[in-house]
């Protein structure tokens, strides 16, 4: 079934016989599931690089888990999945960084979470005890989905990830050109973007049977070719 993009723009698409919600928050919502998946949330990463002496701006933390916040309140999941990549390094895990994760959990304490831990996951650690994240390697099965980091391929179920940050290339008549953070899917899996600030991307090219989906504003689309 072809895609669409409705009134509050997310875009509906089926996979495994599911209709999903890409949302413009950097988000996938499972309206069957009542789950609410995101990948590369990438806490304190700015706090990282501020530890090597790079003055970058502070208050991501706080920013994405505000962002998060709302997603809750719009959804209500019963479930939230983190695809990886919950926290950027061990130099980020600063007191203030774990305040915030606190704070936060605190907020949602009754909302059941999970971790498929990712690459920077090996090597910042999984979250505190305290924050009650159940933490899983990859895939992890939940209903007709194989939640993973690394996009894969699965034998008997489509594979949700993210680790790629993709991005895709619009181009303009003036020769100019925008790149956006998108939503790569193609038979069998599909990849997420980087829901935290400051994440940078990955343009994918274009492939046989690969479909793109741009996040701009308040709109999620499909785009041609990437």
């Given amino acids: 079934m072809a895609p669409t993009t409705t009134p509050d723009g997310h875009a509906t698409v089926h996979w495994a016989g599911e209709a999903l ?11 069957a599931g009542q789950a609410l998946f995101i990948a590369d949330l ?3 990463k700015a706090a990282s690089y501020r530890a090597l002496g790079q003055p970058v701006p502070g208050g991501t933390t706080r920013d994405n ?10 959804h209500r999941p019963e479930r939230l999945v983190f695809l990886g990549d919950f926290l950027h390094a ?22 059941a979470m999970t971790l498929v831990r990712g690459n920077h996951d090996d090597r910042a650690g999984d979250p505190p005890p305290e924050a009650h994240i ?5 895939p992890w099965l939940l209903g007709p989905f194989a939640c993973c980091h690394h996009p894969q391929t699965h034998p008997t179920h489509f594979v949700l990830a993210g680790h790629l940050h993709p991005v895709c290339q619009l181009s303009g008549p003036a020769r100019d050109a925008l790149r956006l953070p998108c939503f790569v899917s193609e038979p069998g899996q599909a990849v997420l ?4 600030a400051f994440t ?8 046989p049977g690969r479909r793109f989906h741009a996040v701009g504003g308040d709109r999620v689309w499909e785009v041609p070719g990437g």
């Fill in 90 to 111: 061990a130099s980020g895990r600063t007191p203030p960084v774990l305040k915030a994760l606190h704070d936060w959990r605190e907020r949602h304490r009754d909302l």
């Fill in 200 to 207: 940078g991307g990955y343009a994918l090219p274009a492939a």
């Fill in 134 to 138: 159940e933490v899983v390697g990859e």
């Fill in 193 to 196: 973007p980087a829901f935290g």
């Fill in 42 to 44: 990438h806490l304190g």
């Fill in 65 to 74: 888990l505000a962002r998060l916040s709302e997603l809750i309140a719009q």
């Fill in 21 to 31: 919600h890409l949302l413009p928050a950097h988000a996938l919502w499972w309206p």
